[in-house]
């Protein structure tokens, strides 16, 4: 398996520019995670999906972010309007899910976002 | 609050082994610890999870203290790509199953030759 799959690998836009991070989790997992992280905040969890169904989106910074998951094989998390704070590496993870209490997650290896 | 308490780095001559202890005098009963390491530039990557008993796998053991109060992360032949953040983590399990995960700042471990 080709793991956890997120583009693009970079990002540079401008303030104010509609950004779209994408993401393909291992097949049949049936979880999935967005995570952010920057030096002063750590790596923060987003937002997190089971069965292509969104579960928590409390650490979901404002109303400019947004997620989805239209079918279990791709997830997409948009920031519009975005901004210079949004800057971070954006993970993706993915996980059995739900009856598999103990299973591990698996990372993306992330999209480095730059918005100037 | 954060749930973990970790040293900020550490230091590993490579050949040895290396011990990462993490505290967590406020876990529960039905949460579990977790490691995962963060080598640089990539996403983090599972190592090893336990409740209360010790664990061992091919990457590393855990020790549980008897009072689930403390832990430690043991790399028993550290090497050079051992060097990366990490984290020590307890969470319990969802109603449903599954589990997320909190990050804590983690330990900086650095192995030298």
């Known amino acids: 398996d080709a793991g956890v799959i997120q583009s693009p690998r970079h990002e540079v836009t401008e303030m104010g520019q509609e950004v779209t991070l994408r993401c393909k989790p291992i097949?049949?997992?049936?979880?999935l995670f967005w995570y952010r992280q920057t030096m002063m905040r750590g790596l923060e969890l987003l937002i997190y999906f089971n069965n292509n169904v969104p579960i928590d989106d409390s650490g979901m910074p404002e109303d400019r972010f947004s997620a989805k998951m239209p079918n279990a094989s791709f997830s997409t998390l948009k920031i519009q309007p975005s901004e210079p704070r949004d800057s971070a590496v954006y993970f993706c993870?993915?996980?059995?899910?739900?009856?598999?209490?103990?299973?591990?997650?698996?990372f993306g290896s992330g999209t480095q976002l730059s918005v100037l | 609050d954060a749930k973990t308490t970790q040293p900020t780095s550490m230091d590993c001559a490579e050949g040895r082994a290396a011990n990462l202890p993490c505290n967590h005098s406020t876990i529960s009963g039905n949460e579990y610890v977790y490691w995962y390491r963060q080598i640089h530039s990539q996403g983090p990557q599972y190592i090893i999870h336990g409740l209360k008993n010790n664990e061992t796998n091919e990457m590393a053991s855990l020790i549980i203290t008897e009072d689930r109060k403390s832990s430690t992360l043991i790399l028993p032949h550290a090497t050079l790509r051992d060097t990366a953040v990490y984290y020590c983590i307890v969470e319990g399990i969802l109603t449903g199953g599954g589990n997320k995960l909190t990050f804590g700042t983690g330990t900086q471990l650095k192995v030298e030759l």
């Open positions: 993870a993915s996980s059995l899910g739900w009856g598999y209490p103990n299973e591990k997650l698996f």
């Open positions: 097949s049949g997992h049936n979880s």
